[in-house]
């Protein structure tokens, strides 16, 4: 069965600092690795996903992850933090496909705060 | 493109009541699913469908059913709400197939409270 764990319920980092959100994830095939992102009363927006090939992926508004299967873990993180990254983040996996059906089991989120 | 639209964007409904939360897409994809968000329990899969007439339960379908008549649209029912029932409610489409790399694209979300 497919998991994900956000160990980390928040995240308080310095405007200009590095940041990091941790995932880890349980699938039985090969996964297929997402990042969302979702401000204030808003829906989810996707920032990245890793399928195949090079372990650091690059996403949107400066965003990366590196995939890491020896540790089954799929961080997310920004060089430079801006106070605008201040949001909750979902980490999400699917194993591999047999019938099309595409759904997502997501972690539990990790509040990003940035702090000016 | 209008991407994924839901409505109504909030909704208080009495305990016993019903309703149907709208969802529709213009992207043609072939998937289409409803999650529930809950604090601390991130995106939980209500149903899903990967094609027009094909439905099928997701991780907590109870309470809920849906329909798929058309590629475009996927609606939510709630034939009885209760209190448990209250949620963020969560519209998501793709392509389908063998893609499981496609991307999830999700609606702004219905807010539902049910007293």
């Known amino acids: 069965a497919q998991s994900v764990a956000q160990p980390e319920d928040q995240v308080n980092v310095a405007e200009g600092n590095p940041l990091t959100v941790k995932c880890t994830y349980s699938?039985?095939?090969?996964?297929?690795l997402f990042w969302y992102v979702q401000y204030p009363n808003r829906g989810l927006q996707f920032l990245l996903k890793?399928?195949?090939?090079?372990?650091l992926v690059k996403g949107s508004y400066g965003f990366e992850a590196e995939f890491n299967k020896s540790q089954t873990s799929f961080h997310l993180k920004k060089p430079s933090a801006l106070v605008s990254d201040s949001a909750l983040y979902f980490c999400?996996?699917?194993?591999?496909?047999?019938?099309?059906?595409?759904?997502?089991?997501f972690g539990t989120g990790t509040r990003l705060t940035v702090i000016p | 493109n209008a991407g994924v639209t839901q409505t109504p964007k909030f909704q208080v409904l009495k305990t016993g009541q019903s309703m149907t939360l709208q969802c529709a897409q213009d992207?043609?994809?072939?998937?289409m699913s409803w999650y529930r968000q809950d604090p601390g329990m991130g995106l939980r899969l209500i149903h899903y469908?990967?094609?027009?007439?094909?439905?099928d339960q997701g991780e907590v379908p109870n309470g809920y059913n849906v329909s798929r008549s058309t590629t475009e649209d996927f609606p939510l029912r709630l034939l009885s709400a209760a209190p448990s029932q209250t949620s963020v409610y969560f519209c998501?489409?793709?392509?389908?197939?063998?893609?499981?790399?496609?991307?999830?694209?999700f609606g702004p979300g219905t807010r539902l409270l049910v007293l």
């Open positions: 998501a489409s793709s392509y389908s197939g063998s893609g499981a790399e496609e991307t999830q694209y």
């Open positions: 699938v039985s095939g090969n996964p297929y």
């Open positions: 890793y399928i195949t090939g090079d372990n």
């Open positions: 999400a996996v699917r194993d591999t496909p047999l019938t099309g059906a595409n759904h997502l089991f």
């Open positions: 992207m043609n994809h072939e998937y």
């Open positions: 469908s990967v094609g027009a007439g094909i439905t």
